[in-house]
């Protein structure tokens, strides 16, 4: 049975910083492309990083490119994120996926696994 579960979320005020980690379970990890979405509330869920299954390529979306980190433990079955400079709109619930194929590490249709989500919040 797979299973991702994410830490570290938190509440934080602007311009600090949190350090998410998603342990994974159930899948050989060093073979997936592993991805960061969040949703906040009354929007859709929307892409924020992702990392391919050796570390090698990383991908981030406009709005949180050089404030987030993504990085990955294939020894640990661990991806983590690095968020610094963190703004209110960074509020959200924060989820971290699995994708065997990594065609499509920007598409949350393309990822097979899911975790639960922890809670990101921002104070101004």
């Known amino acids: 049975q797979v299973q991702l579960v994410e830490s570290g979320g938190g509440l934080v005020q602007a311009g600090g910083s949190l350090r998410l980690s998603c342990a994974a379970s159930?899948?050989?990890?060093?073979?997936?492309?592993m991805g960061w979405f969040r949703q906040a509330p009354e929007k859709e869920r929307e892409f924020v990083a992702a990392?391919?299954?050796?570390?090698?390529?990383?991908y981030y979306a406009d709005g949180v490119k050089g404030r987030f980190t993504i990085s990955r433990d294939n020894a640990e079955n661990t991806v983590f994120l690095q968020m610094n400079s963190l703004k209110p709109e960074d509020t959200a619930v924060y989820y971290c996926?699995?994708?065997?194929w990594g065609y499509g590490p920007v598409t949350p249709r393309e990822y097979d696994y899911w975790g639960q989500g922890t809670q990101v919040t921002v104070s101004s």
């Open positions: 996926a699995a994708d065997l």
């Open positions: 159930g899948l050989t990890f060093s073979r997936y492309t």
């Open positions: 990392i391919n299954w050796s570390g090698g390529s990383t």
